[in-house]
């Protein structure tokens, strides 16, 4: 019991609760955020940092999963051709890096690698998804198709890459896999997208989690102040949802995601200024966080103006998420530049 009181269970909780917060509030992945923000607090080696929080997703992810399940948003047949692919890659990830090295250190930093490279491509995958959609707005959304014909070759290799990617790093499973879902199946609402997702990553994250803990062991000091900590604020964060403007959070997210992958890369050992240079790679990442501070909104808005948009102003960030993705419930409307 005294191990559930120490400052680093208390730092654990504190992380997963405000980490939970930021995906109540808008539905992100946790593995992409939760793990770097346990690896920068140093609470435990990298590889129990990815076993623990696949396992606490594993137990909050079926929650989301049943939930759905009951409201009969997900496409059954599309999260079985997801699985088919996800779940045996997800097990065999871990064994794959585990293969190349049994010298911890160099786990280490193969795996900070491997996550570093994976933020990244979380936080490319998420600004993608917000451009395809912007599109969408301007087309008046996509003809409604709940129950499209499956693509099962693309969607089995969709669903491997996903598992691979989530089996190694903890990365992936709600940022990578909905973007692939929404390129070829563009007529899904977004409740079955979300649905379809959820309930394809409980075997998928359950599956990795299995691997991890069969390689590296489960640490409970780790798992139940994460769980404690992260139940909590994602129940937190979906009710305090829809009195938050999710438009600047998730930009920042975007923002945080690239500085932490950044970084990650210099902690796995990639030095552009060579050994010993850590302050400078410190000054380098808090420049690339300034530069897409000032520099992404801009870039956001020429994107706009291209697509007929205002620079600035309503449709938000959120509102063309959400218009984009449930357009097609609408038909070919295309809505108000000016709606609020």
Known sequence: MNDLITLTALSIAAAGFFVGIVVGLTGMGGGALMTPALIFLGVGHTSAIVTADLTAAAIYKTGGAITHAREGSPNLRLAGWLIAGSVPMAFIGPWLVNAFTDDPADLEKTLKLCIGIALLFAASTYALRLYINLGRVRSGGILPDDNPPI???????????????????????????????????????????????????????????LANIAIHGLEWDLLIPLVIGSVPGTLLGSRIAPRVPQSIIRRGIVIVLTMSGTALLFKAGLHPFGEGHETLEAVLVAAIGLAMLFLVPLVWGVLRKRHGLPMFGAPTVSEIEALGADGNRRGRRQPATDER
């Open 151 to 209: 693509r099962p070759l693309p969607t089995l290799l969709v669903g491997m890459l996903g598992g691979l990617l989530v089996g190694i790093t903890s990365v992936g499973s709600g940022s990578v896999i909905m973007i692939a879902l929404l390129m070829l199946y563009p007529g899904l609402s977004a409740v079955r997208l979300v649905g379809t997702d959820l309930v394809q990553a409980v075997p998928l994250v359950l599956s990795a989690a």
